[in-house]
């Protein structure tokens, strides 16, 4: 499995994107790195580039972006906000998938290694990257910046890990590490006072402030922060790093410096990401604010990033754009959700057509979509029923139940397809040889499981959804008792539709022991669907009359 690493370089050019262009074309000139987001900012001057790819792949193009930066950008005329000492300032580097943090740590030397000695840069390790803990944080790394590390350098105590103990006055200091994923994000206020924005900041961060000698710890875990006045925009930030999502969230940092900048006398108008954001942790926000509402979370994630946005003004100083700022979607291949992501009209224009797929086993699926959706339609009405004030949590939880089984049903619709397709990729494979004909074989045999585990999954997923469905019919608003009785039909239907798919499949599994097994819980799963649509429109038969 392909060892993925994601690199968040921060480059000290935030003005000339020329510069910052041709820092990013070396970058994607590697094989096996794909950029992901370049955000380059005025007042900072600086531009946090976001790529990720294959290991190796990532470790060559970090090295050529930073001896592109030191070759087009000269410290000694940089000016900005944010702190910094090098042109590249800093390179991160974070395990994504199939890696671990230790492993991606020894890339990060590796890397520092290969600056040190072919660049002549001196390079700092940071973060899980370095040994000696008196020297692992950024902050403590960078303190003096620029200006002071030509005196800072000398110092025994702050020899490079890789590179000359020697300042460069043009390409400066860089330090390099790997660390957890890392939320750069700030956060404005109503005024233009550094020193103000400085208050908030020593409220909210770990670190606190030290007052008569005396260390006060700040009021949230894992965040760095600082104030500063960005005349770009004319307003004063409190610039944060969250450099643990599950210790404090985005939506916590948020909410603890509106609440710091009221006590001050102070408002929040808005807030800015820089670089990018794991998908959970907009949807995280999303449902917070509702919670706080009382109001439904059971609604779907792209009103949940809708709420996000909107609540902490993530789009107050330019647009925010999810499909470019969420790394999942990002990541995401299109090709993976061709059937969901079509009109209606088309997906029915494409059933339609001459080509075998999509065919029963994705409109099984999206049959159990249609129901699970209609049960979460009737919880939402439910949650926000005038008089049922005091049964909106209940409500809202039947509602979030539903939507996960929609959007797992979702997803199957087109996994359904893709199972068909690799069945036939299986029968085209060469068979030639008696090694060509056992590889076939073996590969026949293996999409052919497929092919009856994806349908299997539906019937399990829209079972499930039958049990959010009999609570709306039983309990939920009454007005819409017969939106649940059509839910329990397309469930049933989904679970139908999608046994005959794993019985049609099944006749070719030469292992019949798991062909076997597949067909007994099916005819099980079939049985249970059956009976409890029965009780459902038994249900439904009595309040409409």
């Known amino acids: 499995m392909t060892k993925l690493i994601e690199c968040v370089p921060n480059f000290s050019e935030g003005i000339d994107l020329g510069i910052i262009k041709q820092i990013t074309d070396v970058i994607e000139s590697v094989d096996g790195v794909r950029l992901l987001n370049v955000d380059p900012g005025k007042a900072t001057n600086r531009t946090v580039v976001t790529f990720v790819g294959e290991a190796k792949s990532v470790i060559d193009a970090a090295f050529l972006a930073i001896k592109k930066a030191g070759e087009l950008i000269d410290m000694s005329k940089h000016h900005g906000e944010h702190p910094r000492m090098g042109a590249t300032d800093v390179c991160p580097l974070i395990p994504i998938s199939n890696i671990t943090l230790e492993e991606t740590a020894e890339y990060a030397k590796a890397l520092g290694k290969r600056v040190g000695e072919e660049l002549g840069i001196p390079v700092y390790l940071y973060e899980y990257a370095q040994a000696d803990k ?16 030509f005196k800072k350098i000398k110092q025994p105590e702050w020899k490079p890990d890789f590179g000359p103990a020697e300042m460069d006055a043009k390409r400066g200091a860089t330090v390099i590490g790997a660390r957890d994923f890392l939320v750069a994000y700030n956060v404005n206020l109503n005024t233009t006072s550094t020193r103000r924005a400085n208050s908030i900041a020593f409220d909210v961060r770990e670190a606190g402030r030290t007052v008569d000698g005396v260390k006060q710890p700040g ?101 925010f754009k999810p499909e470019e700022r969420v790394i999942e979607y990002l990541l995401k291949d299109p090709s993976t959700a061709k059937l969901v992501s079509m009109t209606v009209t088309d997906f029915a224009d494409e059933t339609a057509s001459e080509s075998p797929a999509p065919g029963g086993g994705s409109i099984a699926a999206y049959a159990g979509v249609l129901g699970a959706s209609l049960a979460t339609m009737v919880a939402n009405l439910s949650a926000h029923k005038k008089g049922w004030d005091d049964r909106w949590e209940e409500f809202s939880d039947w509602a979030a139940k539903g939507q996960q089984y929609k959007d797992e049903l979702l997803n199957l619709v087109d996994q359904d397809t893709a199972a068909f397709n690799l069945i036939m990729d299986a029968f085209s494979l060469p068979k030639g040889s008696d090694e060509e004909k056992s590889t076939r074989s073996e590969a026949i045999q293996a999409a052919t499981k497929n092919a009856m585990e994806v349908p299997f999954k539906v019937m399990q997923a829209a079972y499930n959804s039958m049990d959010v469905i009999k609570a709306m019919a039983e309990t939920g608003n009454p007005n819409s008792v017969s939106d649940a009785g059509v839910a329990a039909l397309c469930a049933r239907a989904a679970v139908l539709g999608a046994f005959l798919n794993v019985r049609i499949n099944a006749s070719g599994c030469k292992d019949r022991i798991f062909a076997n097994k597949m067909i007994s819980d099916g005819a099980e799963l079939e049985r249970l669907a059956i009976a409890l649509e029965g009780k459902i429109l038994g249900i439904v038969g009595e309040k409409i009359g």
Not at 134 to 149: H, M, P, Q, T
């Open 134 to 149: 008196s020297r692992n944080n950024l902050s403590v790394i960078r303190a003096g910046e620029y200006e002071g590390f």
């Open 219 to 319: 009021l949230l875990k894992s965040v760095k922060a600082i104030g500063w006045y960005i005349e770009e925009y004319g307003v004063a930030q409190i610039s944060m790093n969250l450099t643990n999502l599950n210790v404090t969230p985005l939506h916590i940092a948020f909410d603890e410096v509106c609440n710091r900048a009221q006590a001050r006398g102070m408002r929040v108008t808005g807030s800015e990401l820089v670089g990018l954001v794991p998908l959970k942790t907009l949807v995280d926000a999303g449902k917070y604010f509702l919670h706080k509402q009382q109001r439904s979370v059971g609604v779907s994630e792209k009103e949940l990033i809708r709420i996000a946005i909107k609540t902490m003004g993530l789009d107050e100083l330019g647009p």
